[in-house]
């Protein structure tokens, strides 16, 4: 409990320092709020008027209280570019990239462990350095190059998943996993990289434990000495790099769904840059921070279970 309240407070002091940069820079790049409202062609008075009913003239102080309170209460404010609310269009974004995080993370796993468990058992050998090739094309080429390899390949060449566009998967389940599937993919390649390395390097020290060695010496069979021994004391701090790596996923996401035209977070992140939405951006720039770090609060309280050696205090 105490390490959970301890990590609560350093979440809260962090997303307040990244409400404060956030706050900051999007008041220093330039373009006028009233001026994105009214237009260009607006009346001065009426300019003025409304930067006034708005409290831009207000000193930043004061400007930063109102919004970070209308945060935690939940008055998010109205997109500037969408003229909703902000709270419902990140809800239904954040739905929408919920789904490829979860795909992505799943292909990269799915494909990550085995490859590096497979590259520890064979140490030094040609399985080795076929995984090791592996990794490295998959961290030496950009997502957007999977991306638009994937979108050629299976979209306009196959013809087996969209190119583009979103269904929420309230509508239908089946056609918003097609549409999530290339993007989830793309990214899930690059990630797969970062963690068969990690799962190798872990793996590598592991099989050449004391432990390891006594289990091969009573006689158990080397699948469940790798699988049953090894991997299960591995799979700890590789859960722990997956966690960490959500905030490469974000990232990346912004690139992918924009390419995809996948109308997610990343997508509305883009727009709300392209078109200087400033509460938007103040606003998905909090969410995604306060995701990412929540995602590695859960992966922390999962790692007894993953280890029951270590414990949390």
Known sequence: ???FIQRLLSMAVTLFLISIITFTVTNILPGDVAMMIMGTQSNPAALENLRENLGLNDPLVYQYGRWIFGMLTGDWGNSLLFKQPIGPIILQKMTASALIVL?????ALTLAVPLGVWSAVYKNRWQDTASSSVSILGVSLPDFFWGIMLILLFARALGWFPSSGFVHPNEDFLMALKHAFLPSLALGLGLMAHLTRMTRATMTGILSQEFIRVARAKGLAEKTVIWQYGLANAIGPVMTVA????GYLFGSIIVMESLFNYTGMGWLT???????DMPLIQATVFVIAAVVMLV???VDLLYPFFDPRIQLK
């Open 1 to 3: 409990m105490a390490y």
């Open 243 to 246: 966690g960490l790596q959500m």
């Open 296 to 298: 590695n609060l859960i």
């Open 103 to 107: 795909l992505s993370m799943t292909i």
């Open 270 to 276: 883009y727009q709300a840059l392209l078109n200087r």
